[in-house]
T-cell receptor, first 115, second 112 residues
Framework: DADVTQTPRNRITKTGKRIMLECSQT?????MYWYRQDPGLGLRLIYY???????NKGEISDGYSVSRQAQAKFSLSLESAIPNQTALYFC??????????????FGPGTRLTVL | KNQVEQSPQSLIILEGKNCTLQ??????????LRWYKQDTGRGPVSLTI?????NTKSNGRYTATLDADTKQSSLHITASQLSDSASYIC???????????FGSGTQLTVLP
């Protein structure tokens, strides 16, 4: 987990505020992902990036945007936070050279609460 | 729609006992299936991965099985330890490997 870091780890904000969650990795992986996890549900993909110039929407991208500033950095923004975006957010990376397995390595998560 | 269903939702066992967790999926075409362990407050960590041609894969006390015909997988934990208390997540990769479908997990609690 130390190879993939997320900041902040916890954040409480109000409805309508703009929030940025940051992810950094030292694994040298090209692929990065943002997921959210809600109680009783599986992780759901928000956005993914296969390299700095390749960004793709996932299953639940509405209300979110991302920026891939460098190979090592992938940020998730909530332009105008709403209460149902309260969740645990995970960043993950994977190595395309192992595309047949594509194991993802997850960060420790950011717990976001929108009041 | 691709789906991954896990059972049971939660399980409580005594230390030293064995247990088996189940995963059924409808993902097609199938690429591979992974089991992840997620400790409370941490990100998931990969335990095993199996492709279509693999029936069994072991990682220490963890043994995963895959029946691609019935689209079922199981994770067997032998001689459980307190540190096994976690959520176990089944993840199935669709053929292109770009699309992953996550199960909601089985919450395992191991009591002393």
């Amino acid at each position: 987990d130390a190879d993939v870091t997320q900041t902040p780890r916890n954040r409480i904000t109000k409805t309508g505020k703009r929030i940025m969650l940051e992810c950094s990795q030292t694994k040298g992986h090209d692929r990065m992902y943002w997921y959210r996890q809600d109680p009783g549900l599986g992780l759901r993909l928000i956005y993914y990036s296969f390299d700095v110039k390749d960004i793709n929407k996932g299953e639940i991208s509405d209300g979110y945007s991302v920026s891939r500033q460098a190979q090592a950095k992938f940020s998730l923004s909530l332009e105008s936070a709403i209460p149902n975006q309260t969740a645990l957010y995970f960043c993950a990376t994977s190595d395309p050279k192992l595309a047949s397995t594509d194991t993802q390595y997850f960060g420790p998560g950011t717990r976001l609460t929108v009041l | 729609k691709n789906q991954v269903e896990q059972s049971p939702q939660s399980l409580i066992i005594l230390e030293g006992k064995n247990c088996t967790l189940q995963c059924n999926y409808t993902v097609s075409p199938f690429s591979n299936l992974r089991w992840y362990k997620q400790d409370t407050g941490r990100g998931p960590v990969s335990l095993t991965i199996m492709t279509f041609s693999e029936n069994t894969k072991s990682n220490g006390r963890y043994t995963a099985t895959l029946d691609a015909d019935t689209k079922q997988s199981s994770l067997h934990i032998t001689a459980s330890q307190l540190s096994d208390s976690a959520s176990y997540i089944c993840v199935v990769s669709e053929g292109s490997a770009r699309q992953l479908t996550f199960g909601s997990g089985t919450q395992l609690t191991v009591l002393p």
